[in-house]
Antibody
Framework: QVQFVQSGAEVKKPGASVKVSCKASGSTFTKYAVHWVRQAPGQRLEWMGWINVVNGNTKYSQKVQGRVTLTRDTSANTAYMELSSLRSEDTAVYYC????????????WGQGTMVTVSS | QSALTQPASVSGSPGQSITISCTGTSGDVGGYNYVSWYQQHPGKAPQLMIYEVSNRPSGVSNRFSGSKSGNTASLTISGLQAEDEADYYCTSYTSATTRVFGGGTRLTVL
Protein backbone atom coordinates (compact mmCIF):
# COMPACT_ATOMS: atom_id res chain seq x y z
CA GLN A 1 0.00 0.00 0.00
CA VAL A 2 1.49 3.29 -1.11
CA GLN A 3 1.42 6.10 1.41
CA PHE A 4 3.19 9.33 2.24
CA VAL A 5 4.88 9.33 5.65
CA GLN A 6 5.90 12.71 7.04
CA SER A 7 8.46 13.63 9.66
CA GLY A 8 7.51 14.40 13.24
CA ALA A 9 6.32 17.53 14.99
CA GLU A 10 8.68 20.49 15.33
CA VAL A 11 8.93 23.43 17.71
CA LYS A 12 10.93 26.39 16.44
CA LYS A 13 11.73 29.90 17.57
CA PRO A 14 10.81 32.94 15.48
CA GLY A 15 13.40 33.57 12.79
CA ALA A 16 14.51 29.95 12.58
CA SER A 17 13.97 27.50 9.71
CA VAL A 18 12.19 24.16 9.57
CA LYS A 19 12.50 21.28 7.11
CA VAL A 20 9.69 18.75 6.82
CA SER A 21 10.11 15.49 4.92
CA CYS A 22 7.55 13.40 3.03
CA LYS A 23 8.56 9.85 2.12
CA ALA A 24 6.72 7.71 -0.39
CA SER A 25 6.42 4.42 1.46
CA GLY A 26 5.63 1.25 -0.44
CA SER A 27 6.60 2.60 -3.84
CA THR A 28 9.17 4.60 -5.71
CA PHE A 29 8.70 8.11 -6.97
CA THR A 30 7.12 8.02 -10.38
CA LYS A 31 5.82 10.69 -12.68
CA TYR A 32 3.85 13.03 -10.47
CA ALA A 33 3.91 16.26 -8.47
CA VAL A 34 4.11 16.69 -4.72
CA HIS A 35 2.15 19.62 -3.36
CA TRP A 36 2.49 21.18 0.09
CA VAL A 37 -0.56 22.47 1.92
CA ARG A 38 -0.75 23.95 5.41
CA GLN A 39 -3.54 24.53 7.89
CA ALA A 40 -3.23 26.91 10.81
CA PRO A 41 -5.22 25.91 13.92
CA GLY A 42 -8.94 26.26 13.20
CA GLN A 43 -8.26 27.75 9.78
CA ARG A 44 -8.69 26.77 6.15
CA LEU A 45 -6.33 24.78 3.95
CA GLU A 46 -3.70 26.95 2.25
CA TRP A 47 -1.75 25.86 -0.82
CA MET A 48 1.98 26.58 -0.58
CA GLY A 49 3.62 25.14 -3.67
CA TRP A 50 4.49 22.06 -5.69
CA ILE A 51 7.49 20.19 -7.04
CA ASN A 52 7.72 17.92 -10.07
CA VAL A 53 9.52 14.87 -8.69
CA VAL A 54 10.92 13.97 -12.11
CA ASN A 55 12.68 17.21 -13.05
CA GLY A 56 12.61 19.17 -9.79
CA ASN A 57 10.66 22.12 -11.24
CA THR A 58 8.84 24.10 -8.58
CA LYS A 59 6.10 26.69 -8.22
CA TYR A 60 5.29 28.62 -5.05
CA SER A 61 2.41 30.69 -3.76
CA GLN A 62 3.03 34.42 -3.64
CA LYS A 63 2.44 34.39 0.11
CA VAL A 64 5.44 32.19 0.93
CA GLN A 65 7.59 32.86 -2.14
CA GLY A 66 11.08 33.74 -1.01
CA ARG A 67 10.79 31.84 2.29
CA VAL A 68 9.90 28.35 1.08
CA THR A 69 12.08 25.85 -0.78
CA LEU A 70 10.79 22.54 -2.12
CA THR A 71 13.27 19.81 -3.00
CA ARG A 72 13.26 16.06 -3.58
CA ASP A 73 15.67 13.15 -3.33
CA THR A 74 14.55 10.57 -5.84
CA SER A 75 16.98 7.95 -4.51
CA ALA A 76 15.27 8.22 -1.12
CA ASN A 77 11.73 8.62 -2.51
CA THR A 78 11.43 11.71 -0.33
CA ALA A 79 10.26 15.27 -0.84
CA TYR A 80 11.16 18.15 1.45
CA MET A 81 9.64 21.49 2.39
CA GLU A 82 11.90 24.05 4.04
CA LEU A 83 10.42 27.26 5.43
CA SER A 84 12.71 30.00 6.69
CA SER A 85 12.35 33.18 8.75
CA LEU A 86 9.59 31.55 10.75
CA ARG A 87 6.98 33.70 12.48
CA SER A 88 4.12 32.85 14.79
CA GLU A 89 1.62 32.82 11.93
CA ASP A 90 3.51 29.91 10.37
CA THR A 91 2.26 27.70 13.20
CA ALA A 92 0.25 25.07 11.36
CA VAL A 93 -0.08 21.47 10.29
CA TYR A 94 1.88 20.96 7.08
CA TYR A 95 0.71 18.31 4.60
CA CYS A 96 2.28 16.84 1.49
CA UNK A 97 -0.06 15.53 -1.19
CA UNK A 98 0.33 13.70 -4.48
CA UNK A 99 -1.05 14.92 -7.80
CA UNK A 100 -0.54 12.37 -10.59
CA UNK A 101 -1.80 14.64 -13.35
CA UNK A 102 -3.35 18.09 -13.37
CA UNK A 103 -6.81 16.56 -13.70
CA UNK A 104 -6.50 14.08 -10.83
CA UNK A 105 -6.62 16.25 -7.73
CA UNK A 106 -4.61 15.42 -4.61
CA UNK A 107 -5.34 11.73 -4.32
CA UNK A 108 -2.93 10.82 -1.54
CA TRP A 109 -1.95 12.84 1.52
CA GLY A 110 0.64 12.55 4.23
CA GLN A 111 -0.51 12.39 7.84
CA GLY A 112 0.55 15.98 8.50
CA THR A 113 3.38 17.55 10.51
CA MET A 114 2.66 20.06 13.24
CA VAL A 115 5.07 22.98 13.25
CA THR A 116 4.85 25.32 16.22
CA VAL A 117 6.64 28.67 16.17
CA SER A 118 6.99 30.10 19.63
CA SER A 119 9.52 32.07 21.59
CA GLN B 1 -4.44 34.86 -5.03
CA SER B 2 -7.61 35.18 -2.97
CA ALA B 3 -9.31 32.10 -1.59
CA LEU B 4 -12.29 30.71 -3.45
CA THR B 5 -15.60 31.64 -1.82
CA GLN B 6 -17.54 28.93 0.00
CA PRO B 7 -20.37 29.26 2.52
CA ALA B 8 -19.02 28.97 6.05
CA SER B 9 -21.59 26.38 7.04
CA VAL B 10 -24.43 24.26 5.72
CA SER B 11 -26.68 21.78 7.46
CA GLY B 12 -29.18 19.09 6.63
CA SER B 13 -31.07 16.22 8.15
CA PRO B 14 -30.25 12.58 7.49
CA GLY B 15 -31.53 11.50 4.10
CA GLN B 16 -31.70 15.03 2.73
CA SER B 17 -29.48 16.57 0.04
CA ILE B 18 -27.23 19.59 0.40
CA THR B 19 -25.15 21.60 -2.03
CA ILE B 20 -21.97 23.51 -1.30
CA SER B 21 -20.92 26.23 -3.72
CA CYS B 22 -17.40 27.35 -4.60
CA THR B 23 -17.07 30.64 -6.44
CA GLY B 24 -13.93 31.86 -8.13
CA THR B 25 -13.02 33.81 -11.22
CA SER B 26 -12.33 33.24 -14.89
CA GLY B 27 -8.69 32.82 -13.89
CA ASP B 28 -9.38 29.72 -11.86
CA VAL B 29 -12.75 27.93 -11.51
CA GLY B 30 -14.28 29.48 -14.62
CA GLY B 31 -11.27 28.96 -16.83
CA TYR B 32 -10.46 25.31 -16.20
CA ASN B 33 -12.19 22.04 -15.42
CA TYR B 34 -9.58 21.28 -12.75
CA VAL B 35 -11.76 21.67 -9.68
CA SER B 36 -11.57 19.11 -6.91
CA TRP B 37 -13.30 18.67 -3.57
CA TYR B 38 -11.98 17.35 -0.25
CA GLN B 39 -13.58 16.09 2.93
CA GLN B 40 -11.75 16.65 6.20
CA HIS B 41 -12.77 15.20 9.54
CA PRO B 42 -11.36 16.82 12.69
CA GLY B 43 -7.71 16.02 13.24
CA LYS B 44 -7.44 14.08 9.98
CA ALA B 45 -5.83 14.71 6.62
CA PRO B 46 -8.16 15.75 3.79
CA GLN B 47 -9.58 13.09 1.50
CA LEU B 48 -10.28 13.54 -2.21
CA MET B 49 -14.00 13.24 -2.97
CA ILE B 50 -14.34 14.75 -6.47
CA TYR B 51 -11.76 15.58 -9.15
CA GLU B 52 -11.97 17.29 -12.55
CA VAL B 53 -15.28 18.94 -11.54
CA SER B 54 -17.43 15.82 -11.46
CA ASN B 55 -15.37 12.62 -11.29
CA ARG B 56 -15.40 10.37 -8.23
CA PRO B 57 -12.31 8.44 -7.17
CA SER B 58 -12.68 4.74 -6.64
CA GLY B 59 -14.20 4.06 -3.24
CA VAL B 60 -16.08 7.35 -2.88
CA SER B 61 -19.84 6.95 -2.50
CA ASN B 62 -22.01 7.88 -5.48
CA ARG B 63 -23.96 10.09 -3.06
CA PHE B 64 -21.26 12.68 -3.79
CA SER B 65 -21.45 14.55 -7.07
CA GLY B 66 -19.90 17.67 -8.56
CA SER B 67 -20.76 20.20 -11.22
CA LYS B 68 -19.74 23.60 -12.52
CA SER B 69 -21.43 26.57 -14.13
CA GLY B 70 -19.39 29.60 -15.08
CA ASN B 71 -17.17 30.66 -12.20
CA THR B 72 -19.01 28.52 -9.62
CA ALA B 73 -18.47 24.86 -8.87
CA SER B 74 -20.77 22.86 -6.63
CA LEU B 75 -20.61 19.73 -4.51
CA THR B 76 -23.86 17.92 -3.82
CA ILE B 77 -24.27 15.25 -1.18
CA SER B 78 -27.46 13.26 -1.39
CA GLY B 79 -28.93 10.93 1.21
CA LEU B 80 -27.05 12.67 4.03
CA GLN B 81 -25.54 10.38 6.63
CA ALA B 82 -24.07 11.15 10.03
CA GLU B 83 -20.56 10.31 8.82
CA ASP B 84 -20.78 13.05 6.19
CA GLU B 85 -20.44 15.64 8.95
CA ALA B 86 -17.06 17.24 8.23
CA ASP B 87 -15.37 20.22 6.64
CA TYR B 88 -15.38 20.42 2.85
CA TYR B 89 -12.91 22.32 0.69
CA CYS B 90 -12.82 23.03 -3.01
CA THR B 91 -9.64 23.75 -4.91
CA SER B 92 -8.87 24.89 -8.43
CA TYR B 93 -5.99 25.15 -10.82
CA THR B 94 -5.20 28.78 -11.69
CA SER B 95 -3.90 30.68 -14.69
CA ALA B 96 -0.63 31.18 -12.81
CA THR B 97 -0.24 27.37 -12.68
CA THR B 98 -0.76 27.49 -8.92
CA ARG B 99 -3.65 26.07 -6.92
CA VAL B 100 -6.11 27.87 -4.67
CA PHE B 101 -8.36 26.48 -1.96
CA GLY B 102 -11.75 27.66 -0.86
CA GLY B 103 -12.40 28.96 2.61
CA GLY B 104 -13.99 25.69 3.66
CA THR B 105 -17.56 24.74 4.60
CA ARG B 106 -18.59 23.04 7.83
CA LEU B 107 -21.35 20.50 7.16
CA THR B 108 -23.58 19.68 10.11
CA VAL B 109 -25.92 16.70 9.95
CA LEU B 110 -28.81 17.56 12.23
Amino acid sequence: QVQFVQSGAEVKKPGASVKVSCKASGSTFTKYAVHWVRQAPGQRLEWMGWINVVNGNTKYSQKVQGRVTLTRDTSANTAYMELSSLRSEDTAVYYCARERTITDGFDMWGQGTMVTVSS
Amino acid sequence: QSALTQPASVSGSPGQSITISCTGTSGDVGGYNYVSWYQQHPGKAPQLMIYEVSNRPSGVSNRFSGSKSGNTASLTISGLQAEDEADYYCTSYTSATTRVFGGGTRLTVL
